[in-house]
DNA sequence: TTCCATACCTAGCAACGCTAGGTATCCAGA
DNA sequence: TCTGGATACCTAGCGTTGCTAGGTATGGAA
């Protein structure tokens, strides 16, 4: 469970440069230590939902082989999207810790 | 939205002591520093749950006025769930703090 | 030629939290 | 007096989200 901060976290893998689905989801494994390994029914639908939402923009490559990949790059509100999501995730996380109590916060 | 952590903040709550529902949405939001003024509909199906899952248990207390209110506790294993619930809050906050990269963690 | 990694897709489900409605008591103010 | 707001509880049903489980297809290694 992602608990609702999956759109910024495919935003944010994005933000070093395009990349393609399959690409994604390996960069959000190796980000996240191996934490987040999505499904692809988890990230594909998002991507879908993240492009039509204006954020993301997209592009089929051809490989020399024959082989197709979609690309997909942060688009400008898609950039603003990702600042808004990191807030929105800095305010979640203060209230949790706040909520939570003890030291669950690390050094 | 409060993400899947809810249960967790809930028990949080009833850590110092028992409380009612009505007290626990207003401890919740004080602790949050008002960001989590969570609406009946979410906290008191979430309690319902929580003793269904054996991790609270309810008394009825009737005021002097006639006034009735239902007063949960933490059992034994709802403190287990507790740390168990700091611990899954931990790891997922250090893994989307990773994912999302920059500054999201605050000094 | 068989298998695995790569690479994409979607229908449908389950869980979660919220909306929106309901009931009832207590107390302050008009 | 009586009206409204705070207190205090409840639940049916909805929308979003992420996942399961299935499908298709190519490339390269064993």
């Known amino acids: 469970m992602l608990k609702g901060h999956l759109d910024a976290i495919v935003l944010a893998a994005l ?5 393609h689905g399959y690409a994604i989801i390996e960069a959000i494994k190796s980000r996240s230590g191996t934490t987040f390994d999505l499904p692809e029914g988890t990230v594909y639908p998002a991507l879908h939902r993240l492009e039509q939402a204006g954020w993301l923009a997209s592009n089929w490559m051809t490989q020399s082989g024959g082989r197709r990949r979609r690309v997909y790059a942060l ?3 898609g950039t603003a999207a990702l600042a808004d999501g990191r807030k929105a995730w800095r305010r979640f996380a203060e209230a949790v ?11």
Not at 15 to 19: D, F, V
Not at 97 to 107: C, D, E, Q
């Open 75 to 77: 688009t400008k509100s």
């Open 15 to 19: 933000e070093t440069g395009p990349a």
């Open 97 to 107: 810790n706040a909520s939570l109590g003890g030291r669950t916060w690390p050094a």
